[in-house]
Structures are given as C-alpha cells and as structure tokens.
C-alpha cells in the first residue's frame, strides 16, 4: 500500500525543518561509533574500577570480545508499573550468561508517580522530572562501558526522559523492556462513578477508597489508557520494545520469556555483531510519526504532545504542533480504550490489540513500513504476537480480525475518521484538546469564563454551589514557568458532574489533564502561558470564550482585549515545600509548552 499522502507530507516537512539538526546529529553519532568499541579507550585504572564487584565475569570484561550490557532501571514499588523491575536484574544476568555477555546494572533514574500525587503539591515537579529522568540517564551511561542499554521503564515521564537519554547516546543500541499492566480490577466507568458521587457528596469517603483500591490492586501498570500505557503503545510503533511486549502481564512465563528475548536481542545488535542498530538511527523521523500516528489511532494520552517534540528534538529531529493537528486529521480512531470507552488495556489486548492495529494501520498506508527497529528492518514482524510454544519463545501472526468490535476496529469502519486530537489556535494562544470522548454536541462551547489560579479553588466554588450556569473554567497560571505545569486531572469529577447536571462546561488552562478529561472539552497546554504574560493573563470574569473543536479555534470575544494589561499572580505559595525550591532553576528557564516544555534540550 503506498503512503498515505498526508502522513508523506507531514515526513517531508519534518525532514525538511529537521535537516541542519538532524545533520548535525548524525555527524556526532558517526563519529562516536567510528571511535570504536567504548571500553578500548578507558585506562587499566578505569575498568579496573568499572569491574571490581563483577566476580566471575571479569576477565570477560577485561577480554572486550564480547558485549557488556548496561541497564538503566527506574525502579521502585512506589510505582505498581515499576514494581515488577526488581527481580529484572536477576532475570537479565541469567539471560545474559546463557547468551555469553556480561550485564551490569549502570544506574538508577527517578520515577514519581502521578496517580499518587494528583492535586498535591508533588505534582508541580511531575514534568521536569522528565529531563532529571534524562540527566540521571545520562550519568549512568557517562561511564563509556556499554555496548547497548536495555532502559527498564514504564510510567508518565520515564519513558520520554528514558528516550531523551538513549537519543543523546544514540550511538549505543538500545532495547526498552517494559513489565506489562496489572490485571483487570473493577470496571473503570464504575470507579468514575464512585468519584463523581464523592464529589457531590453523595458516597463517603471509605467508599471512595474501597473503590480505588479495587480498581489500582496489584503490581503493573495502571490498567486504564494513560500516560504510563501509551507510552507503551508507543515503544511499540517506534520499533523499541519487542513485537507484542507492551500488554503482557507481570510475573507470567511469557512476561518472562520476553525480557530474556530482550537481553538476546540487545547482545545481537551491538557493533560487536554484524546487526549494528545505534538507537540514533531507529530514532529518526519515520519513528516519531509512526508514533504521533498510534497516538491518534489509539485516542492516547495529551501528554505524548508535551514529550514526543522534547524526545524527538534529542535525536535532532524538530516536531511541531501542526504535524499533530495534521497527522490527526487524517488517522481513524481505532480504539476505545478507558477513559474514551469503558474497556481498559487488558480487554484492548485480547480484543487484537496493537498487532491488528499496526497492520491494519501498515495496509492503510499509514505507517511507515520500512522504518528501522530493534527487531529487523521494516514495522512488518510488529504485525506478529508472543506465544510461549512448549516452553519456548515464538511469534506468530497477529490477529487478522477485531475479537471485540466495540474496543477495536479496522480502519474501513472505525470508530471516527479521525483522531481524538484537534489543535487549538486564536487570540487566547496555542493549545491542543482530546475529543475521542467528547460528544459531539460538546465540540463547540461559549459561555462566560470563571477565572481560577489554583484548582483547588475550582473544587470549593463547586462546593459553595457557585456554578448554576453555563461555563468556562479557566485555570490559569499552570504553565511549565508559573508552577511545573502540573497535571489538573482531580478536576474531572467536579467538571463532569457540573456537565451531568445539564451545563455547558469546559476547562480552558495553561497546565496539563494527561488526556483524562474524558468527556469534558478541555483546552490544555494553552502557550503562551499566563506567567509569561500569555492571552490568559488578560482574561476577565464574565468574557465570553469560545472553544471550538470543529474549527480548531479557541478565542474570547472581547472588543478590548487586545488593549488590556496582563495580570500577574502571586505564585510564592509555589516556590517552596515537598522538594519545589529544588526546582526553582527548572522554572525560571523551562520551555514553552507547545515545544515541549523542555530544560535540557
């Protein structure tokens, strides 16, 4: 099938705006790679420490004739999707000595997680923890011993922080080893339900946690469709997990016999073998549009559009917002997936899962086939599934044909002929909105805007009953510079009860929802962001905004905007406790939103 036209041009216009960065990034990972096997340039005095605690395999590393592998762990049982990386040290040194190479655990990253602190002040460091991911990556990988990476990472920003890392040593292979989602608790619509009755005080609050802890019970990834879960999608597309990897449960042989796969495969990839892949080449623009396509097939978290340009710009490869708007208007939505159905990653999975969306997205022409992955040259053997057969590892074909209808879809009947992402420009600035569960009724609201610097005022104006009427909520100064940008997702029950309640609502704001605004409109991400004397800054109580998705526009219709003053907010409450005065340099030279509000690159 050729390539879909719109997904050949968006490639040429990245290609294009990429050429001079991605030149000059090339350029440094050749010459990285023609210096040679890394460990031929360190002293006797240097791998003497590198090895000290390696026992047996010493002399193996002293030899250099075969590969070293390091891993890059972001451990921890805070974390249930990180949890399961405990025992992977264990599992990879054994795999490593059965494939005869050396393994050495290179270092730790930080991993946070955001279900944890949603609504607290914890989450105002969430976003720069991407790039403290990146630098502590980056650390353990200074030390020049690895001829590959295998990157143990999951979650909201560990995976993105993870890529920035592997792109900046894009000369080392790499292989990303993920440990799969927890299996199904209760339904997630019944969990929403018990959240919007605590909201309007109608379910106490040990119903509420009965109910929380029924739906997050065990170890793996959150089971509905976030951040932590696209992010596996998107490994997948990008040709950095192995075929079929993302949704297979913790703790299961198969679980097992795939990280073993990993550990084989990244011996076979380094320059030491004849099957060189240097992550600087998998990582080139085919991948991340391969990608930002399985973003918008699968209806995946809004927060893919703040990480996917801070990834790519890594590995010298320059995305905008346009390519989002663009690519999403020509992909179907192929998946309902909580919070845009009611199924969650499990169900997704046995229903076909990602093998039958890649090729049906493959025979649609609307991936690149020929991109480069771990696994081979070409997306083709992504078509195919694990199976364990007599105990061993083997793939199959996927799924030709969706086993459930109402969570996947082929692309000649899919649930919209679009993605769920619409770009959003006008005089208010520049942001992004995730409609896949928004009705359509709801695409397009004007009302008069209620003005927020803090959501905690949100939720006690909807205490005090003060929303009797149609409106728009704009929370302002939650930009990347006022605050972290943190995510505003314990709004949602507030806003869909006020929208269950027969209001027009929807949130306009300079901070993140992670795609779970669900099936209130929510423009988000919206640059430039109030503290930096954005639009917003000069929005008025009682102004009439207008959201539309159909056009793509968000807008106050004001005659006098355009001659206000910005306001300022007093933001000192932001700048100290729970670790934020450590962040204060993160703040003052953050990047804008819709570059990816990145620090380090």
Not at 130 to 149: E, P
Not at 168 to 180: C, D
Not at 365 to 394: F, M, N, V, W
Request: charged share 20%; aromatic share 6%.
């Amino acid at each position: 099938m050729p390539l879909h036209p719109v997904v050949a041009r968006v490639t040429d216009r990245i290609r294009a705006r990429s050429t001079d960065a991605r030149g000059a990034y090339l350029d440094r990972m050749a010459r990285a790679v023609s210096a040679g096997p890394v460990r031929a340039h360190l002293s006797c005095g240097n791998q003497a420490h590198a090895y000290a605690a390696m026992g047996t395999d010493k002399d193996a590393l002293v030899a250099a004739k075969v590969p070293n592998l390091g891993i890059i762990t972001a451990y921890n049982d805070m974390l249930s999707a990180h949890q399961p990386f405990e025992r992977y040290p264990d599992l990879i040194r054994t795999a490593a000595a059965k494939a005869g190479v050396t393994v050495q655990v290179a270092g730790g990253v930080p991993a946070m997680c955001d279900g944890v602190t949603q609504g607290q002040p914890g989450m105002e460091l969430s976003l720069f923890s991407r790039d403290v991911i990146a630098l502590a990556a980056g650390v353990a990988m200074s030390h020049n011993c690895f001829d590959a990476a295998l990157y143990l990472g999951v979650c909201d920003k560990i995976v993105p922080g993870l890529i920035m890392a592997a792109a900046t040593f894009g000369h080392v292979p790499a292989v990303f080893v993920p440990a799969g989602p927890m299996t199904s608790g209760i339904p997630n619509d019944q969990k929403s339900k018990v959240r919007n009755a605590f909201a309007e005080g109608r379910a106490t609050r040990e119903e509420l946690m009965a109910a929380e802890m029924a739906s997050y019970h065990g170890p793996g990834t959150c089971t509905f469709y976030g951040t932590a879960n696209t992010n596996q999608m998107l490994m997948e597309f990008m040709g950095l997990h192995l075929p079929g990897a993302s949704f297979v449960n913790p703790g299961t042989p198969l679980r097992d016999a795939l990280t073993t796969a990993a550990v084989e495969r990244a011996a076979a990839i380094t320059a030491l073998g004849n099957d060189f892949r240097p992550a600087g080449e998998i990582l080139d623009e085919r991948a991340y549009v391969n990608g930002i396509v399985g973003l918008m097939a699968t209806g995946g978290s809004t927060n893919l559009v703040l990480h996917l340009p801070a990834m790519a710009r890594a590995s010298g490869v320059l995305l905008d917002l346009q390519d989002f708007a663009d690519l999403s208007e020509a992909v179907p939505l192929l998946a309902k997936v909580y919070p845009n159905g009611l199924a969650d990653v499990n169900h997704f999975h046995a229903a076909g899962g990602l093998q039958f969306l890649i090729g049906q997205l493959l025979d649609a022409g609307l991936l690149h086939p020929d991109a480069k992955t771990i696994a081979g040259d070409g997306l083709a053997s992504y078509r195919q599934e694990p199976i364990l057969d007599a105990g061993r590892l083997a793939w199959r074909d996927g799924p030709q044909s969706s086993l459930n209808d109402r969570i996947v879809r082929p692309a000649s009947d899919p649930f919209a002929p679009q993605g769920g992402l619409k770009q959003l420009t006008g005089n208010l600035g520049r942001g992004v909105i995730k409609i896949s569960a928004v009705a359509p009724e709801r695409h397009i609201i004007e009302a008069p805007a209620r003005i927020f610097h803090n959501q905690n005022d949100v939720k006690a104006a909807f205490k005090a009953g003060e929303f009797t009427s149609d409106t728009v909520v704009v929370v302002r100064f939650q930009g990347p510079q006022a605050n972290g940008m943190p995510e505003l997702h314990s709004l949602t029950p507030t806003l869909s009860v006020l929208q269950d309640r027969g209001l027009k609502v929807a949130l306009v704001t300079d901070g993140r929802m992670s795609g779970a605004s669900g099936k209130v409109p929510a423009a988000i991400h919206v640059a430039p962001e109030a503290a930096a004397g954005g639009p917003l800054a000069r929005l008025r109580d009682g102004d009439i905004v207008r959201l539309d998705a159909v056009e793509g526009t968000l807008s106050v219709l004001a005659p006098d905007f355009d001659q206000r003053l910005a306001v300022t907010a007093d933001l000192s409450d932001n700048e100290h406790g729970i670790g934020r005065e450590l962040f204060a340099a993160f703040r003052r030279h953050v990047g804008s939103a819709d570059t990816g509000a990145a620090l380090v690159l």
